[in-house]
């Protein structure tokens, strides 16, 4: 179903796919569901590719719900969360007496999925001998249990796997057979991960938090704050995000502030890794002096959970003198200090070897220490921060 709908925080309305558990607004994501839509009537083998915490498990559930086999089994297997040893009778099945403990005949999943969906996740972290056995399982349909002499039936299934890894490079790298993922990947479906669709977020959000019982709203600000993140754990991480704020929440709206530390700290936007034209310690310092940060409450965190350096800390200090023309004090009001951080902030570059030698700076006319600071919002990120936790830092 297609629909129109605006998320909090936008402006502009949006194309919104709302079917079942899929929630998405972004142009990717929409055409990932209608691919996985239209290949839902038939029988063709799936392969989903993507970061861990797309929710590639959801892809394959609403694949199977959409399906003529609706009515039969959805049957999940993760590989990686099987011993090897064990995957090849989790999967066939096994007689009795084929190994230690195997007291009776076992059916495997794949028998168990008969009629209905096998979903194989993280297909990627399989043996070559077993990608050798699920092979010939696609071939012909067989089922040959383990300790079995004989195939003893045939099944019908439909395959979908799953896989965070890059495929194209574990087979030039001899770890995963071509032939199987030429037989898994008849549909390709590729999940971006949650930074590459922020559109998305406004629906997940709302979605978590209806999903509490809830009746919260979200600022504005904390959206964009939302949206900014780089979300590296995907949707996964947001949902625990929201669900970490929720439990500490005493009010109906969740302003910038109640939002977790990580999600705060990072929301300053950092050059991408292999980015040399521009050095992190130049948006460190916009950050600063133009879009009304401060030190204490956005860089120190930063350097705490190891964004950044030493070395990006001493390079926006050395920007800092280049302004002030060697003036330390007069980084209090370029950085957003308080007179009375002023020993702080000294302690701090002296304990962690980020001082900066001033003498180098000193010429011209004295710097711009009381330059008016103009707060405004950084990429859409937080907004012109008050303070809110600078203490809590040291």
């Known amino acids: ?12 309305s949006s194309l919104t796919v709302s079917t079942g558990e899929i929630l998405c607004a972004s142009p990717a994501m929409i ?21 861990s ?11 199977h719900t959409h399906s003529d086999r609706s009515q039969g089994p959805f049957v999940a297997v993760n590989c990686a969360g099987v011993a090897e040893t064990l995957l090849e009778s989790e999967l066939f099945g096994h007689v009795r007496g084929s190994f230690t403990g195997a007291y009776r005949d076992q059916l495997g999943q794949l028998q168990l999925a008969h009629r209905g969906t096998l979903f194989l996740d993280e297909v990627g972290e399989m043996s070559l001998r077993m990608q050798a ?11 040959r249990p383990v300790g079995g002499d004989e195939p003893q039936s045939t099944v019908d299934v439909r395959v979908i796997a799953a896989t965070n890894r890059d495929v194209e490079a574990r087979v030039a790298a001899g770890e995963l057979r071509a032939d199987l993922l030429y037989r898994l990947r008849v549909v390709h479906l590729p999940v971006p991960p949650l930074r590459e ?25 904390a959206m964009r704050v939302l949206m900014r993140h780089r979300w590296s754990g995907n949707v996964r991480e947001l949902q625990n995000a929201v669900e970490q704020t929720l439990a500490l929440l005493s009010t109906d709206e969740i302003e910038v502030e109640h939002l977790p530390p990580s999600v705060r700290t990072q929301s300053i936007k950092l050059v991408e890794e292999g980015e040399r034209r521009r050095q992190v310690s130049d948006d460190l310092y916009d950050a600063l002096v133009r879009d009304g940060y401060s030190f204490f409450d956005h860089i120190h965190p930063l350097f705490l959970s ?10 926006l200090v050395r920007r800092g003198l280049t302004t002030t023309h060697g003036n330390y004090r007069a980084l209090l009001t370029l950085f957003g200090l308080r007179d009375d951080e002023y020993k702080k902030f000294l302690n701090f570059l002296g304990a962690h070897d980020c001082t900066v030698d001033f003498r180098p700076f000193r010429h011209g006319e004295r710097g711009a220490g009381g330059a008016t600071r103009k707060p405004r919002v950084l990429f859409a990120g937080v907004p012109a ?3 809110s936790g600078s203490d809590a830092a040291s």
């Open 197 to 221: 669709r922020p559109e998305d977020i406004p629906l997940l959000v709302d979605h978590f938090i209806a999903r509490s019982g809830r009746r919260v709203t979200v600022s504005p600000a």
């Open 385 to 387: 921060p008050g303070r």
């Open 53 to 63: 915490g797309t929710g590639k498990d959801l892809l394959a559930r609403y694949i």
């Open 31 to 51: 055409e990932t569901v209608r691919v996985a839509r239209a290949s839902a009537g038939s029988s063709a083998k799936v392969l989903i590719t993507g970061e």
């Open 1 to 12: 179903m297609l629909k129109r709908a605006i998320g909090p925080g936008s402006t502009s």
């Open 133 to 143: 056995l699920l092979l010939r399982f696609l071939e012909n349909g067989e089922i």
């Open 306 to 315: 190891r964004d950044i350096t030493r070395h990006d800390v001493r390079e």
